[in-house]
């Protein structure tokens, strides 16, 4: 049965991700727009970096611990993620049409860049990330369960890493031949230590109270927004990450602190967050598309305003639930209709 806290969780890193994405269209905009509006999307972008490895700590507290087969394993997680990655990197493929990318980059990242970068959105990098992560999860699951690999294991284990020397073969050879970086499959293992903590804290019976809950999470969010702001001033460069970075040790406190005050003081779980928890997944991947149309038609006159940001945040939120509620609807009604013929 879902533990009620991780419905929390789950919401809570649903709307960082969007916070993130919302406030980067004002954060780099520094200089063209107001400082109090500047200000306000580099406060709000700092409280939210936690968002990626939050959800890879609840992926962690669901997931490991329970007893399946290497095999089972891959079988349930492949059914998970790789519809929903071909599908919505097929979506922004057209997408990237749709926005009007000039046909010699389209050309290109159909031919290499997609790949390269192991995305063909710019958020979709985690499902990357993620699916190489679930090719190791199995067995760091036979390890907490004390699970001794057998003589199968062992093959299917070495055969994942020869994938990985093979993508690293590649990956130097287009360096030299091409200049192209290939990086994605190197980013996983930074996330292999949040899979484990997220674990680890749902088994354990850590405390924290209010009072140094609001510290530790003031502290770090005022120390990521001065830095960026005398990053910007000092070095001239626009960094919402340099010291708030998810392989960074104040994201992987900041995280951890959430996980730990969430898990002790959730009691209750309304409909409108277990709404919002069962769809998160959905939400994260269809939630550019309205950033984009929101920030394409919103006058210039208004959206570098400050309340600007909050409402932008809170319409995207609820045009992705919407529409993806309306489309499961149109598929029950759908489907229903088939099974009556």
């Known amino acids: ?153 062992l093959f299917i284990l070495l055969s994942v890493s020869f994938i990985f020397f093979t993508l690293n073969t590649v990956a130097s050879l287009t360096q030299v031949i091409k200049d192209i970086n290939i990086t994605w499959y190197k980013q996983f293992p930074w996330y292999i230590s949040y899979f484990i903590l997220g674990y680890y804290l749902d088994k354990s019976y850590y405390k924290i109270n209010l009072k140094k809950f609001f510290f530790i999470t003031i502290l770090i969010i005022t120390i990521g927004s001065i830095t960026n702001f005398l990053t910007t001033i000092h070095l001239h460069k626009i960094l919402d990450s340099l010291f708030l970075n998810n392989t960074g040790m104040l994201i992987f406190i900041m995280s951890s602190t959430i996980f730990i005050y969430v898990k002790n003081n959730i009691t209750h779980t309304s409909k409108a967050i277990l709404t919002l928890s069962d769809l998160s997944f959905e939400i994260y991947l269809i939630h550019p598309i309205f950033i984009y149309i929101l920030v394409k038609n919103i006058p210039k006159t208004y959206l570098l305003h400050t309340f600007t940001i909050p409402i932008l945040i809170i319409a995207t939120l609820l045009l992705s639930l919407t529409s993806i509620i309306f489309y499961k609807k149109l598929l029950r009604t759908s489907t229903n209709l088939r099974r009556r013929k």
């Open 1 to 153: 049965m879902q533990k009620e806290y991780i419905n929390h969780l789950r919401v809570i890193a649903i709307i960082a991700v969007i916070t993130i994405h919302v406030t980067a269209e004002f954060f780099y905009k520094f200089g063209e727009i107001n400082d109090t509006t500047w200000w306000v999307a580099n406060i709000l972008n700092a409280s939210s970096r936690f968002a990626v490895p939050l959800f890879v700590m609840i992926s962690g507290a669901v997931i490991l611990g329970k007893e399946m087969s290497v095999k089972q394993f891959y079988k349930k997680r492949a059914s998970r993620l790789f519809p929903p990655f071909i599908l919505w990197s097929l979506i922004y493929i057209g997408f990237d049409f749709f926005k009007g990318v000039d046909i010699d980059t389209m050309i290109w990242n159909l031919k290499i860049g997609y790949f390269s970068k192991g995305k063909t959105g710019g958020h979709l990098w985690y499902l990357s990330m993620f699916i190489c992560l679930m090719l190791f999860a199995p067995f760091i699951n036979q390890y907490i369960n004390g699970i001794k690999p057998n003589s199968s294991d």
